[in-house]
Structure formats: C-alpha cells, structure tokens
Nanobody, 115 residues
C-alpha cells in the first residue's frame, strides 16, 4: 500500500522560503511522475509542479521561477523548494505520485504566508 507523507509546511513571512518534502513508501518501483498541487480556501486544487522519472520538470504559470521541484528516485522522495513566497501562495500543499497501478495522494501540509 503506497503512502505519501508531506512535511515542511508552516508560517513564513512574505519574501521568505520553505522547503516541502514528500516521503513515499510502499512502492518498490520509481514513480513515473511526482507532483505538487495546492488548494487555497474556496479555490480549486491546482498543479504547482511536476517531475518525471527522467527528471523533466514543469510548473504552473504562477510559479514564475520561484519554486523548484526535485526528487530522489532511489528513496521515492520529492521536494519543493519555494522562494520569494507571496501571501497568495497560502494553501494546503499536496504531494501526488503516479505509477502503473494508479495515482496516490498525501494528506497535505499547510503553507501560510503572512506578516
């Protein structure tokens, strides 16, 4: 049974940085894709970033060079380095992983950007 556990969220001031981590367990194979999504109150969940098993990355338009997704395929971990955070980045951030059997979600970690 695949489990994803996010960590690293918290309260940060505008302009600050956070690094989110997602630890995946229960799979002996490297995931095809690992993604970060976010959902702000009253809004739909949106894709933040995705990284393939080969290391290719893609980001939501709102990221604008501020975030970096990376992964450790040997450990099945994925990271999201977030810099220059803005109040509008406040949301619950979710880890998502996909393999041949389906897609899996973590429980989310809260990121709050406020002074």
């Amino acid at each position: 049974q695949v489990q994803l556990v996010e960590s690293g969220g918290g309260l940060v001031q505008p302009g600050g940085s956070l690094r989110l981590s997602c630890a995946a367990s229960g799979s002996t194979l490297s995931f095809w894709y690992m993604r970060w999504y976010r959902q702000a109150p009253g809004k739909q969940r949106e894709l933040v970033a995705v990284i393939s098993s080969g290391g290719s990355t893609s980001y939501g338009d709102f990221v604008k060079g501020r975030f970096t997704i990376s992964r450790d395929s040997a450990k099945n971990w994925v990271y999201l380095q977030m810099n220059s955070l803005k109040p509008e980045d406040t949301a619950v951030y979710y880890c998502n992983a996909e393999d041949y059997a389906g897609a899996y979600w973590g429980q989310g970690t809260q990121v709050t950007v406020s002074s």
